[in-house]
Every structure is written in C-alpha cells, then in structure tokens.
C-alpha cells in the first residue's frame, strides 16, 4: 500500500525551458562560429554524432511505450512508466528537418562522395541515400505521434488502470505499436548502415544495425530512469515515482538492457576476432588498440555495460535513487561516446578532435531536446503527483 | 504438560494467507509451514517480511555462487588446458586465446551455477518429501492456501484466533 499523497512540489518548468533555450543558442552560435573558422569536418561530424544520439533516445522512448503495450505491462504503475518514456517524440519531427542539415554538410561525412564506393554505388549515392533516410525519419515521427496521441487517450489510460474489467489496449494501440517496432528495426538499421557503417565503406558487420537500433532503446530506458530518479526526489513526498517498486523497474531495465548490448557487442566482436579479415578488423583496431582512439573508446564498454553491471547487481542499488541517476547519466554519457566513437575514427582516424566545437554543438542538440521533451516530462510529473498516477 | 499440535489453517487466497504469516510474525510464531498451490509473491514478501526480522536469507543464493565459480575455473582449466596440451596454431594466434573460450567459460559459469542451486534448494528444504507432513491438505496443492503452526495445545487457541481474524475459511487442530 502507498503512503497516501501529502504533498506535490511544481518543478521549475520555466527554468528549464531558458536552460534548454540558453543551451539550444551556445549550440547555434557555437556552429556558426566554427564554420566561420573553417572547422567544417568537426561541425558535421559533431552535427551527425548528435542527430543521431539524441534522435535515438527519443525514438527508443516511443519503442519502450510500444514494448509496454506488447507485453500488457500493467506493472507500469498507472501509466507513469510509459508517460516518462514518451516524452521526447516532439524531437523526432526536429530531428526529421534537422537531418537535412547533412545535406548541406555530405561532402564533410560520406567519403564515398569523393571516392565511389564501386559496386556499393547502387546503394551509396547521395539522392537515393537522403531521399530514403529522410522519409524513414519522416514517417516514423508521424507514426510515433500518432502512437503517443493514442497512447495518452483515456481509453489506454484506462487499461493501464483497470486490470480487472479491461483486458487488452485499444485496437489502435493493437495494431500500431507492432507496426511501429517492425519499422523501427528495419529502418534504424538503414540509418546505421547509411549513416555510421558506411563512413567506412569498405567495413561491414551484419549485426551492426540490431547492435545500433538496441543501443538507442537502452539510451532510451537510461533517460527514463534519469528523469524518474530526479522525478521521484524533485516532485514531493508521495508521488509515483518516489516508490522504491518504480525504481527497481526501472534499475531492472538498465541492468538488463546493458547486458543485452554488451552481448551483440561481443557476438559482433567474436566473428570479426575469428574471421581475422583486414576489412573488418581495421574497425576496431583504430578504436580500440591504436592512439589517440584508444583512451577514449574503452570508456564506451565501461560506462555502458561494467558500471551499470557492478552498481545495479544488488536490488538495493536500483531501488536507490542516487545510484540510478548515477549509473543511468554514465550510461547516456556512454552511448554519446560510443556514437562519437562509430562516426568520428572512421573520418579522422589519427586525430581526436574533442574541444569546444564537439561540446556547443552537442550542448545545442540537448538544448533543443530539453525544450522537445519539457511538455512530455510536465505531463508525467502531474499525472504521477496527481490522484491517477497513485499506485495500489 | 501438553501434547504438541498442529493447527491446520485454510485460506482462499495468497492475501489473506499472507496476512495471517504476518500475523504469527506478530505473534512471535516462527515455527510454521506455508502452502500454496502456486507461487505467490504476496506470501513470498509475507515471509521474507519475518525472514528479515532478525532471521536468516535463504542459504541457497551461496550454492548458486560457489558452483558459478566451480564452473568459471572448469572452464578455464578445460579451454586453455587441452589447448596448451595439444598445442594447436591455429591462424597464427596464441594457443590459448581468450575470446572463444569466453562463451564456454560464462556458460559453464551459468550451468554449474544453476544445477548447484536446485541442488542446494533440494538440500535446504529437506526434498524429496516422501510423507506429506503433518497437517498437510491435497487442497493446498490445487485451490487453497494453507498455514499450519505446530504449538502445545494449550496455546492453540490463541493461534486459531489468530489465523480466524487473518481470514482464514477453516481453522483445525491435528495430532503433530
């Protein structure tokens, strides 16, 4: 039985919308500037690194609500669970227009522009390649609006609810979210193939997409657990999230989701370390046993799999909220770096550009994520300080 | 003196059953038996809820890690053993490389692991039991849940109250 709801404390929304909007602007001026310096390599490495970081999370957001559906997780305490995961979908239709900046920027990423990629030229050629991203990007973001537009209605609501007199989603729910999780592992393992694998073109892995796509729904449950932590401490005694139930959920996600990773990463690694072909080793031996590359690309397996494996093994570690945050923000922290990581070697093997235009432009894709998620987030907050969003 | 009892007690459902394990933690009661017909998470965290004042977790989370590590270094004697007997080049790499052996090492970890703690669940909870115990209902192996405390019969009236309030639909005594 819940201790019944005493008191709620209003976040302050307005700050964190100038904190987005301030962020938003560091990142605008940070590009510009860097342009006008002649630092176009490092703008649209950085400008695709964050494009595809932050459109993961918010699409690995909506394919969390999706699973929650799937597999009739009524767990989900009243919905809170799945109002938190939602919240970024406005960000996929930035992300849909935003994506046409590297339009702009191909000559600075895609090096099979300037070198043919041969018989691969089929597939790698610049109409075909941002006419198909672009409506991938596209229709997943009408499609995940429509899921969350669904998804909010009272009749979903109602399910999550009320287990004993109803038993399934609405039927738009039914046949939506199955759709959506088989067009995201389609097309998000294009985009890793377009955007990530084929800045080295000569290299493929076929697991690379599952690796990528899953990548993006672990950032997803990451950010989940981060803003629930910080939910459960910022919103008052008694409010959904201040549950150490909610947090074990969510702890039991992370930890679960990591190992998943660190398996496809090891399963990819296993074939490449047996195959010992040139083509595929060169990947990974730039990243991970050649200067400068190396120091920064071993903290992507520690951040992503050691520390959320040792912090939340215990069940107390996840029912606490400073572990969680802990362990959740290195996790985000680890699939930037591990973004970073897949992009930037491939096109500046023996130089690690890290510095302020790396750090304004991805401080400008956060701005702008935090004024797309800042709605969604405020939904969550009031329904879990709300009557509907007490638990049993 | 009073001959010993068991106090036979039948509920519906896993809350109420749960309800009256916490009732005998109220009262001091730890020497009882609970079943049920599936397992219940209620009466799980009913009796863990006692388990944890003042009694010990279960036993069984030490076998479970003892044989992982049993099997962690049956593996790794296994792999890189027979490779440095037979001394195999294969593709020009160390004749003991670690990362195919990975697998077999986590699987080995998780086989041995496992079997230990069924072993060590069977071990703990005195199974096979071959002579239901006494007090013991066919029911609370289908549709009831059943808690049966063994007390002196003086005091069995005390505990019938008792599990009568917690909601149980029958309360009987039995020879121990």
Redesign the interface.
Known sequence: MQPPYHHSIEPDWQRLNLIGGVLAAIGIVGFVVALGLGEDDRVWQSYLVGLLFFTGVAQGGVLLACGYYLAQGRWTRNAVHLRVAEAGWPFLFLSAVLFWGLFIGRDHIFPWIAHSPGKKAAWLNVPFLFSRDGIALALLAVLSAWFVRISRDRAALRWATEPTTIEMPPVAIRRLAPLLCVLYIFLYTMLAIDLIMSLSPLWHSTLFGWWWFEMCFWSAICASAFVAANFASLLGAGNAFDNPIVLHDFGKLVFAFSIFWVYLSFAQYLVIWYGDLPTETFFLLVRFWHAPWEAIAWLSPILNWVVPFFFLMGVRPKKSKAMLRTAALLGLIGVWITDYIMVVPSLSPYKLPLGWVELSITAGFLGLYLLCVAPGLRLAARMATSGAGEIE | MSAEIAVVSTFANDGDCARGIEALHGAHVHDFSAYGPFPSEKVLEATQEVRGQGHRHSPVRWFVLLGGIIGFITAVVLTVGTSLEWNLNT?G?PVASI??Y??IMFELMILIGGISGVLGFFLMSRLPVFEPEPGYRSRFGSDKFGLVVRCQENEAQKFETLLWDAGAEEVQREAA
């Open positions: 593709g790499r990362p195919p990975v697998p």
